[in-house]
């Protein structure tokens, strides 16, 4: 079985920074791509960022330049560091992973607030 597990999440004034995290955990042969989403009360979730096993990385034009995502493969550990924090960023952020035990599937966290005040 597999567990994503998230941290990092908060309450933070504009301007300020985050720093999340999400750790894989179980019967794990390889992971291919990790990312984060965001979903905000009535809405789609959306991608905010991902990274694929070689250090590709896409962004979400909202974020380019004040958020970075990266990962330990050695940890099985995805990050995402948030910095210039905005209110549009108020959210519950989700990671995702396409994880392979038998075959390549998606898991996702439990998700983590972050919430960002004017």
């Known amino acids: 079985q597999v567990q994503l597990v998230e941290s990092g999440g908060g309450l933070v004034q504009a301007g300020g920074s985050l720093r999340l995290s999400c750790a894989a955990s179980?019967?794990?042969?390889?992971?291919?791509?990790m990312g984060w989403y965001c979903q905000a009360p009535g809405k789609q979730r959306k991608l905010v960022a991902v990274?694929?096993?070689?250090?590709?990385?896409n962004y979400a034009d909202s974020v380019k330049g004040r958020f970075t995502i990266s990962r330990a493969n050695a940890k099985n550990t995805v990050y995402m560091q948030m910095n210039s924090l905005k209110p549009e960023d108020t959210c519950v952020y989700y990671c995702?992973?396409?994880?392979?035990?038998?075959?390549?599937?998606?898991?996702w966290g439990q998700g983590t607030q972050v919430t960002v005040s004017s």
């Open positions: 995702n992973a396409q994880i392979r035990t038998i075959d390549y599937r998606d898991y």
């Open positions: 990274i694929t096993s070689g250090g590709g990385t």
């Open positions: 179980g019967s794990i042969r390889s992971i291919n791509t």
